[in-house]
């Protein structure tokens, strides 16, 4: 829609005998028109437009092969949204290695072969049936309304300064949610006090501040304490981009 919108408008600039230029930011502006009013969220390539009339081709008939492991790489960005969420985030290295071990021995890993011995993908650095680099690259456009990629940063975890009440509780409420979202827990309308049994109590009898969860599933919750070493990550650096 967009390039016959803009060739029409080059048809026009050119149609009253004296040959114009179509107005600067006219297609960039027709771009963000066309997005707002279309809903999409992605990128549009300007280039890709200009493209498109030069070499008269319109209209796409198609999007494009799809990806052999496509319905796979929805496991992936489940595990990239939850590893996101505990402040360990995927590189390109670690999603690799994922990838790799859902497909192997599986029927999508002989569609991801016979994918790449057609279009000649796999070099002799990659064996064919596993996923690469480009691979990667291809994933995070596809999933670029989900997933995002930042660089990472070198910070000092110091106790004194994150250890305040608003960060702990900040804490306490996410682990919370998860539960609730796990189903191993649920919220409570009330909140209610317990003792340090965890049997419901009047305030004055309380052991801790009242809780707005009860957990229901106790034995499916693992508690994991700290080791003890050191987690200064001030002196850290990237390697290889990672």
Avoid at 198 to 219: F, K, R, S, V, W
Wanted: glycine share 8%; with cysteine.
């Amino acid at each position: 829609m967009i390039a016959h919108m803009y060739e029409i408008e080059k048809r026009n600039c050119a149609s009253d005998g004296e040959r114009k230029r179509v107005e600067r930011g006219f297609l960039k502006d027709l771009i963000k028109e066309m997005k707002s009013t279309h809903g999409v969220t992605g990128p549009i390539s300007s280039d890709t437009i200009r493209s498109r009339i030069k070499r008269g081709r319109l209209s796409v008939k198609h999007r494009g092969v799809r990806s052999p492991v496509e319905l796979v790489e929805e496991y992936l960005v489940g595990i990239a949204i939850e590893m996101a969420k505990i402040r360990q985030p995927l590189n390109c290295s670690e999603a690799l290695a994922l990838m790799n071990s859902f497909l192997e021995g599986t029927e999508t890993q002989e569609k991801l072969s016979e994918f790449q011995k057609k279009r000649k993908v796999a070099t002799d650095e990659h064996e064919y049936g596993k996923v690469t680099s480009g691979w990667w690259r291809g994933f995070l456009k596809r999933n670029e309304h989900r997933l995002v990629t930042k660089r990472g940063e070198r910070f000092a975890s110091s106790r004194c300064d994150w250890t305040t009440h608003e960060n702990i509780a900040n804490a306490y409420d996410a682990i919370y949610y998860e539960m609730v979202e796990a189903g191993v827990a649920i919220k409570l309308d009330v909140p209610v006090y317990s003792d340090r049994e965890g049997n419901p109590c009047e305030e004055h009898e309380a052991y801790g501040l009242a809780q707005d969860i009860m957990i229901t599933h106790p034995e499916s919750i693992i508690f994991a304490d700290e080791v003890g070493v050191q987690c200064n990550q001030k002196k850290d650096n990237h390697v290889g981009g990672e």
